[in-house]
């Protein structure tokens, strides 16, 4: 088991179709990794991309192909600030049970959650 073995909070509409394909702990990592980067989903990765060696191919090319069919999957990733977005994803997604928003990681900062 890993330190995240525990119910993940939904994910706000932007990081659903991430989850969807990868999962919430793969996401959260995909998230803190590339957030608020621009990115191109290549429909056959050759795995030497940096998507393809967080991923994998296979996942790599799952991605690719849900990005040409959902229009929610944008180029950027998203990384917002403001209550529901994706950081405060990421700040409850981390923070331990229980605990209020003062112990979330200095690298998510929001005093939404």
Do not use: H
């Amino acid at each position: 088991m890993t330190a995240l073995a525990r119910p993940f909070p939904k994910a706000p509409a932007q990081v659903q179709p991430f989850a969807d394909v990868l999962g919430s702990e793969l996401t959260l990592t995909f998230l803190l990794t590339f957030g608020g980067s621009e990115l191109y989903f290549a429909k056959n990765p050759r795995g030497c991309g940096k998507v393809e060696a967080l991923v994998g191919v296979d996942l790599a090319t799952a991605l690719a192909a849900r990005a040409e069919t959902d229009r929610r999957m944008q180029r950027r990733i998203p990384a917002g600030q403001s209550p529901g977005q994706p950081r405060c994803w990421l700040g409850k997604a981390t923070r331990p049970p229980k605990s209020p928003a003062a112990f979330m990681p200095a690298t998510l900062p929001c005093a939404a959650c």
